[in-house]
């Protein structure tokens, strides 16, 4: 016989959450899935369409099922490229300064004084200068 589980509250009331999962199990469950506590898989109206003992036999009788040999991902290799394909592609390096954090924060405020946007008497908000 399975052991029962009693949990004790927060305000030192007893659970018995076998007891409470059994009275449950026709309950629909929560959220998208369409089955109930138990696991059958629900219709419309909450009916029954296909109980959870069903769902489990076709699952391990269908192809795609876990069993207990391990079977390998296949190896893929990544191409070879030939050496005029590598030869083909100059490399190129940038001769540009990169630009420092300063100069950034500069070319930011340009480009925000351009497009700022004002408030006018009707609270709506527009370009500056239109």
């Known amino acids: 016989m399975a052991k029962q589980k009693i949990y004790q509250t927060m305000q030192g009331k007893q659970i018995d959450i076998d007891l409470l ?6 309950t629909p469950a929560v959220g998208n899935s369409r089955v109930n506590a138990r696991g059958d898989e ?17 699952y391990y009788e269908s192809p795609n099922a876990v069993s207990g040999e391990v079977v390998p991902d296949p190896v893929v290799e990544p191409p070879v490229k030939k050496p005029a394909e590598v030869a083909a592609k100059p490399k190129t390096r940038s001769t540009a ?5 300063i100069e950034k924060v500069v070319e930011q405020e340009k480009l925000d ?3 700022e ?6 609270g709506n908000f527009v370009q500056k200068g239109k």
């Open 21 to 26: 999962r059994k009275r449950n199990e026709l």
């Open 42 to 58: 629900l219709g419309p109206g909450g009916k029954i369409v296909k109980n959870r003992q069903d769902n489990v036999q076709a």
């Open 97 to 101: 300064k990169p630009k420092t954090n």
């Open 113 to 115: 004084e351009q497009d």
């Open 117 to 122: 946007w004002v408030e006018d008497d009707d």
